[in-house]
């Protein structure tokens, strides 16, 4: 069989927007300070892994997983912090509960909205299911441009508005105002992702219910449990209803149940490390400032940070120093701009030395 047999069948069979996208870059990791994707650094302690072993010793593999874990659910319900008559549904990452989203109202032809830059698969989602897709730009210091967002809503009318709270890969975290203002202006769907939430310590959960249109997401991925893949998404029953008929059965599987259940009776030990984190963030922050380089005050648990001529440049000497972070080649705005997540003490020191030695 030729490889033109195989090109003319895809065509033939392949959504034009399927064909023309890229699939989402994941940089392979293996032998570095891995500060490029936004994760725990940590890991849990050594006891505590042991107990969680355990909680999994007697996992039944052999069977489907609770497609409707409810008790799993309630925990989570109460560790969001959700209010009374707000349901969730649980995903595989909180790119699952995204692609759902995306693939619900994909019928109705109208746009996916989001600010830009912003968390890449909303884009990449909506052009690969054959969405419009309207970024709204963030100003010169990556903020919202409410009056710009409030314009292009009216134009546009999306039918779902995705906000992440605080925004990646910036770490700004828009005025509670702007959120309700779109929220009320939004004739579909309007989703805060508070991913960072861990780190940014502001949730818009207690807004839930107050609206027809209002979703949150969350994820147990910046939490410290990025391998575990669970997302999480929170609205009126309805709506979960609803969109729980596009979830795939058995999505989350037993290990993750049980590992996402023996984590909510341990959130101490995960919150210790993201106050760490914080404090981390804040010295990081000082560090690359004084470098001479522009960076962004982030309520995340990572940084953005200016670099005009030399990005590329810096990237690269970090590899080549052991040291993995973020660079956005081919993005029109931020072709000179890198991202470094926040590591351990160690792992920073080692960052910001390399850094300075490149400088």
Known sequence: MSDSAVTALMQGLLRPELLASKAYAVADGEGFIKLDAMENPYGLPAALREQWLESLADAPL???????PTLLMEGLKAHI???????????????????????AVAGSRR???????????????????????????????????LPAMLAAIAAQQPA???????????GSLFPETDLEAIVAAAPGLVVVDEAYYAFSQRTFADHLGRTPNLLLLRTMSKEGLAGMRLGMLAGPAAWIQELDKLRLPYNINVLTQRSASFYLRHTEVLNAQAEILRV???????????????????????????APGRAAVLFSGLRAGGVLIKAFTGHPRLGEYLRVSVGTPAENDRFLAVLESLL
């Open 62 to 68: 052999h069977r489907y997983p609770d497609a409707h």
């Open 111 to 145: 746009p996916i909205m989001a600010v830009d830059p912003s968390f890449v698969m909303y884009r990449l989602l909506a052009q690969q299911l054959g969405l419009p897709f309207v970024g709204i730009p963030l100003d010169a210091d990556f903020q919202l441009d």
């Open 81 to 103: 912090g959700l209010p009374a008559g707000i349901e969730l549904m649980l995903g595989n990452g909180s790119d699952e509960l995204i692609q759902i989203l995306v693939t």
């Open 280 to 306: 981390e963030r804040e010295r990081l922050f000082k560090a690359i400032r004084a470098c001479g380089l522009s960076v962004w005050p982030s309520a995340a648990n990572f940084l953005l940070f200016h």
């Open 160 to 170: 779902v508005i995705f906000l992440d709270w605080p925004n990646n890969p910036s």
